[in-house]
């Protein structure tokens, strides 16, 4: 994964703040998803359905982000690069926390 190709490239906590800002995005959207779509989750059918307006969302981060929002996601990006994280990786990591709410956009 993108994360492991940075063995040695880059220092362990920041491979290890990557997998932390993952990791929340993950149990964010796990936990919105829990909360507010009918149960039991038909999987495939939900991440079928979210997936290209979720997509339209992260393709305009950051542009829509105004505020506290958007310095946090320059702050982050700033912090990988200055690291050595490459910008692909970098950009994406930033976007995870602003990337949530498109959830409750697309629902």
């Known amino acids: 994964d993108a994360v492991e190709a ?6 362990a ?3 290890t ?12 959207g796990s936990r919105w998803m829990l909360g507010n779509r009918p149960q039991p989750v038909a999987i495939a059918e939900t991440i079928e359905g979210f997936r290209d307006g979720v ?7 950051p542009k829509l982000l105004r505020g506290a929002d958007l310095d946090w996601y320059h702050s ?4 990988l690069t200055s690291v ?3 910008d692909e ?6 976007g995870f926390s602003s990337a949530f709410p ?6």
């Open 55 to 61: 997509e339209q969302v992260w393709n305009e981060l």
């Open 102 to 107: 498109a959830l409750d956009i697309v629902a």
């Open 76 to 79: 982050i990006l700033d912090e």
């Open 17 to 28: 703040r990557i997998r932390l800002h993952s990791r929340r995005l993950v149990e964010r």
């Open 13 to 15: 906590d920041v491979q």
């Open 84 to 86: 050595g994280v490459p």
């Open 6 to 11: 940075l063995d040695n490239q880059v220092a």
């Open 89 to 94: 990786l970098a950009v994406r990591v930033a």
